[in-house]
């Protein structure tokens, strides 16, 4: 039942399979940013936090030799690394396969470098009632919904819209058998569990916590980054 898990023990798949091909040639996870690559933002966030125990990191097959150098240079204990699949859902199901004795599973897009210790913690707190939790941020924009050709069908009510981010956190049993009976391609963790009829809940996620996917986003990231090191 929620909320009945003897232990917290929390494992951590880190999804960076993808290929760059929005980025005009520059491979975003190792692209500079504050100083370190930009994938070792979030592996390091993770690799500090004393809630988790380990990481799965899935990269594609061209990335898995300079990951694992990475690796070794800045001394990720708890990182293993494995190759993804063709899709999304594909290589989350490989990064799974590489944890091991875990409650809880958080995964989390390699190309979100922002990830804080305080949405890890918040996501714990929440999973541990629901199954299934998901970092969020309220939409500011209007949105349109399209019915062809760019015409406008339908204006959607704003308040009722949340944008999707990463972390997303579940139960062990949960995710992996989402991902075990999964027929569809879906983008995000969440859809996966609906399927099994689990309602996931949302919580506040945090605007800076990008999802670098254009030469833009990696511009906006660099401004992030040299204000978070600032704050520091």
């Known amino acids: 039942m929620p909320g009945e898990s ?7 798949v880190i999804v960076a399979a993808g290929k760059s091909r929005r980025m005009r040639g520059v491979n975003k996870l190792f692209a500079a940013l504050g100083g370190k690559p930009l994938l070792a933002w979030s592996v390091e966030t993770c690799q500090k936090s004393s809630l988790i125990q380990q990481i799965a990191v899935v990269l594609n097959s061209k990335d ?16 293993r690394l494995c190759t993804g699949g063709t899709l999304r859902q594909d290589s989350v199901r490989e990064g799974l396969k590489l944890l091991d004795d875990c409650d809880w599973v958080m995964i989390h897009d390699g190309d979100r470098p922002f990830v804080t210790s305080h949405l890890i913690e918040h996501g714990l707190k929440i999973v541990r009632n629901t199954r299934a939790a998901v970092a969020a941020v309220p939409v ?20 009722r819209l949340w944008a999707a981010q990463t972390p ?7 995710i992996t058998r989402a991902y075990e009976n999964l027929k569809v391609e879906v983008t995000d963790d969440a859809t996966a569990v609906e399927s099994l009829g689990y309602k996931a809940q949302l919580y506040m996620g945090d605007y800076r916590n990008i999802k670098v996917t254009t030469v833009e986003d990696l511009a906006l990231a660099r401004i992030i980054a040299r204000e978070w090191k600032e704050k520091d």
Do not use: N
């Open 64 to 79: 898995l030799a300079r990951g694992q150098k990475l690796k070794t240079e800045r001394g990720w204990a708890k990182v």
């Open 140 to 159: 500011k924009d209007t949105i349109k919904l399209v019915a062809g050709a760019r015409m406008i069908g339908k204006s959607l009510q704003r308040h």
């Open 168 to 174: 997303q956190m579940f139960s062990f049993d949960v």
């Open 6 to 12: 003897r232990t917290d023990k929390l494992g951590v």
